[in-house]
């Protein structure tokens, strides 16, 4: 059985810094595409940062330079650091994984939800001025 479960988010002032885990067990693949989305009430879903299974790591461009996704071997654990937190990063975090996503779809500027197979539960992060 896949799992994939997301711990660190927690609530920080304006300029921190967080680091989200994501930690997968059960995956039937030995490379696949991992990616961080967010999601506030109302609003929808969005892809924050993607890593391939080739360990390529892309960005939407309002994190970009501020947020760093990485993994472990064979991505068994994928973190995402996050500093000069603003308030509109406040969000639920979830991690989302899957095998056989190409290079050209496992991109944060193209990613979708519907293109990953695996969630996790979410993580919240709290962002106050």
């Known amino acids: 059985q896949v799992q994939l479960a997301e711990s660190g988010g927690d609530s920080v002032q304006s300029g921190g810094s967080l680091r989200l885990s994501c930690t997968a067990s059960?995956?039937?693949?030995?490379?696949?595409?991992v990616a961080w989305f967010r999601q506030v009430p109302g609003k929808l879903r969005e892809v924050v940062a993607a890593?391939?299974?080739?360990?390529?790591?892309t960005y939407a461009e309002s994190v970009k330079g501020r947020f760093t996704i990485s993994g472990n071997n064979r991505k068994i654990t994928s973190y995402l650091e996050m500093n000069s937190l603003s308030p509109d990063a406040t969000a639920m975090y979830s991690c989302?994984?899957?095998?056989?996503?190409?290079?050209?779809?496992?991109?944060?500027?193209?990613?979708?939800?519907?293109?990953?197979?695996?969630w996790g539960q979410g993580t919240q992060v709290t962002v106050s001025s």
């Open positions: 989302a994984a899957d095998g056989g996503v190409g290079y050209f779809v496992c991109r944060a500027q193209t990613l979708g939800v519907a293109d990953l197979g695996y």
């Open positions: 890593i391939d299974a080739d360990g390529r790591a």
């Open positions: 059960g995956f039937p693949y030995s490379k696949y595409c």
